[in-house]
Each structure stands twice: as C-alpha cells, then as structure tokens.
Nanobody
C-alpha cells in the first residue's frame, strides 16, 4: 500500500511561483516512477510531469516545459513540483501519483491509467 499526501497549493498571482510537495509512505518509494497530474473544472485529468525511479529521467507536458520542474531527493520520500511563471490556465487541482511498475517500463508513463496510487490533490489558483 502506498499513501501519497500533497501540500503546497494556494492562491498566487500570474507570474508567481509555488512549490508542491508529495510525501509518500512505503519503503520502496525509490523504485516508483512519480508523476504530477492536474484537473481543471469541467476538464479531464491531464499529465503535467513525471520523474523516473532514479531521478535521472523527466518528462513534461508541452504546456509547462521551461516553467515547471519535477524533482525527487529519494532520501526524503518526497517528490516536488516547482512551478514558476504561473499562468491563470495553470489553475487546477494538482495530484501526485505513483507508478509502481515504473522501474520495469521502457519509458516514463504519461498515461494516468498506469498510475496505481493517487493523493487527494491540492488546489492551485492563479489570478490574472
């Protein structure tokens, strides 16, 4: 069983920054691919970023490339999402997710169906 708890969301003006955190339980955290997804009102949950179990590979949605950074200092069982130059269209509930089979895949998963565990989400609101 994996438990994920997000924090760090809030209200910020356009152009501002936030850092989201996802604290994970489980002694095998370091073997999971970790991802961030987001869901805006009336829209489907979409991929934002992912990082491999080793931290050596990352991938981002085109809409956030160059502005968001995913990282994981595995000694802390935590994954972060640093969000800079925020835009109103970044407003959404952000979810952390774990792909427990990630170490066995050939590539990082961008598909939410491949993530077995999810946090409860944290709201990010960007005002214009």
């Amino acid at each position: 069983q994996v438990q994920l708890v997000e924090s760090g969301g809030g209200l910020v003006q356009a152009g501002g920054s936030l850092r989201l955190s996802c604290a994970a339980s489980g002694r095998t955290f370091s073997s999971y691919t970790m991802g961030w997804f987001r869901q805006a009102p009336g829209k489907e949950r979409e991929f934002v970023a992912a990082i491999s179990w080793s931290g050596g590979s990352t991938d981002y949605a085109d809409s956030v490339k160059g502005r968001f950074t995913i990282s994981r200092p595995n000694v802390k069982n935590t994954v972060y999402l640093q969000m800079n130059s925020l835009k109103p269209e970044d407003t959404a509930v952000y979810y952390c997710a774990a792909d427990v089979l990630g170490r066995h895949r050939q590539r990082l998963s961008l598909n939410r169906d491949e993530y077995a565990y999810w946090g409860q989400g944290t709201q990010v609101t960007v005002s214009s």
